[in-house]
């Protein structure tokens, strides 16, 4: 079985409503694709996930608040702790980024962005960027970007 592995940190409610749209959007693509025993969507917060998630991972959706112009200090944590033990291991894996802001997003969008070029994963979709509003669009953005990730790997297309 493949596993899709939604990792998210946050202290208030709006990554944590990303984070939802992202699962919501990979059940229900798997469910209208019949392909729900053919991928696992697992959804951990960062202090939860390990690198024997990552490892597991087929494809990646990490999510972060916007903290002082910089990915959450939870985000980084992950990170740093999956680094090493994942490197050479996970290349071309899919992965993509959703954000909550209030700034303009872009130092927490490059600081997850330059770690994770170290790994090599591939991404799939530019980030998606929650600016100051969890809007109905970008909650339908996040659930679009579970049904790529969901059904992708189930059929082998990411």
């Not at 969890?134 to 996040?142: D, K, N, R």
Request: charged residues 25%.
């Amino acid at each position: 079985m493949k596993t899709l592995l939604i990792v998210y940190h946050t202290r208030g409610v709006k990554t944590a409503q990303l984070a939802e749209a992202v699962e919501r959007g990979a059940r229900a693509a798997l469910k209208e694709a019949e392909a729900e025993s053919e991928v696992r969507v697992v959804v951990k917060r960062c202090a939860e996930a390990g690198s024997e998630d990552v490892l597991e991972a087929d494809a990646l959706a990490l999510g972060t608040p916007e903290n002082f112009g910089y990915m959450s200090g939870m985000m980084k944590d992950f990170l740093e702790r999956v680094f090493y033990p994942c490197e050479g291991k996970i290349e071309g894996r899919p992965w993509a980024l959703f954000v909550s802001a209030g700034q303009d997003g872009s130092g927490a969008i490059a600081s997850v962005e330059r770690i994770v070029t170290g790994l090599r994963l591939k991404k799939v979709r530019e980030p998606i960027l929650a600016l100051r509003d969890v809007t109905p669009e970008i909650l339908a953005q996040c659930e679009e970007l579970g049904a790529t990730l969901a059904v992708g790997i189930a059929v082998g297309a990411l």
